[in-house]
T-cell receptor, first 114, second 109 residues
Framework: GAVVSQHPSWVICKSGTSVKIECRSLDFQATTMFWYRQFPKQSLMLMATSNEGSKATYEQGVEKDKFLINHASLTLSTLTVTSAHPEDSSFYICSARLRDYEQYFGPGTRLTVT | GQNIDQPTEMTATEGAIVQINCTYQTSGFNGLFWYQQHAGEAPTFLSY??LDGLEEKGRFSSFLSRSKGYSYLLLKELQMKDSASYLC??????????WGAGTKLIIKP
């Protein structure tokens, strides 16, 4: 089956620093990937849609200058949280679209900002 | 607007059957998904319905009624490991998933 990986699986960083999270589709090419954020006991919140070779589409309320997304190849999208603050601590999950109705999720990255 | 409704929490007994309901209103419709999510983990795919009716897959079944904007997930022979959150998601006209808040299912011995 289709596999999506994320790296790192967890990261602790200091306030004010930047953190990069990678999302890779291991056995298929994905022109579209999605980045979600999930706070404890809440559902997934779509942050942005990442399209290979073009700018990401951000959801309302998500700061594009703070959450930088790069989808440089058909198998890799990266999310960089710039100048992280404690309120950015969350579970970040990516998914990759194989077909219109098929998305596969990565295992998630737990970010803790101290 | 777009809206997905499902109960916040349900409790059931090991070995029993539980039905988790979901109603949806989305801009266009390209199918209804159910995902299982254990605490601290990413969602895992359970089912996809785009036509009316019941789809059975082992202990799990999913039902869809497009005319009613309604779906349910049926879990049989409940096991302790089924304790998790169950997320309902509708695929809208842009093939974007619109997520419900999830139903936390608690299984008691």
């Amino acid at each position: 089956g289709a596999v999506v990986s994320q790296h790192p699986s967890w990261v602790i960083c200091k306030s004010g620093t930047s953190v990069k999270i990678e999302c890779r589709s291991l056995d298929f090419q994905a022109t579209t990937m999605f980045w979600y954020r999930q706070f404890p006991k809440q559902s997934l919140m779509l942050m942005a849609t990442s399209n290979e070779g073009s700018k990401a589409t951000y959801e309302q309320g998500v700061e594009k200058d703070k959450f930088l997304i790069n989808h440089a190849s058909l198998t890799l999208s990266t999310l960089t949280v710039t100048s992280a603050h404690p309120e950015d601590s969350s579970f970040y999950i990516c998914s990759a679209r194989l077909r219109d109705y098929e998305q596969y999720f990565g295992p998630g990255t737990r970010l803790t900002v101290t | 607007g777009q809206n997905i409704d499902q109960p916040t929490e349900m409790t059931a007994t090991e070995g029993a059957i539980v039905q988790i309901n979901c109603t949806y209103q989305t801009s266009g419709f390209n199918g209804l998904f159910w995902y299982q999510q254990h605490a601290g983990e990413a969602p895992t795919f359970l089912s996809y319905n785009v036509l009316d009716g019941l789809e059975e897959k082992g202990r799990f079944s999913s039902f869809l009624s497009r005319s009613k904007g309604y779906s349910y997930l049926l879990l049989k022979e409940l096991q302790m490991k089924d304790s998790a959150s169950y997320l309902c998601a509708s695929l809208d006209s842009n093939y974007q998933l619109i997520w419900g808040a999830g139903t936390k299912l608690i299984i008691k011995p």
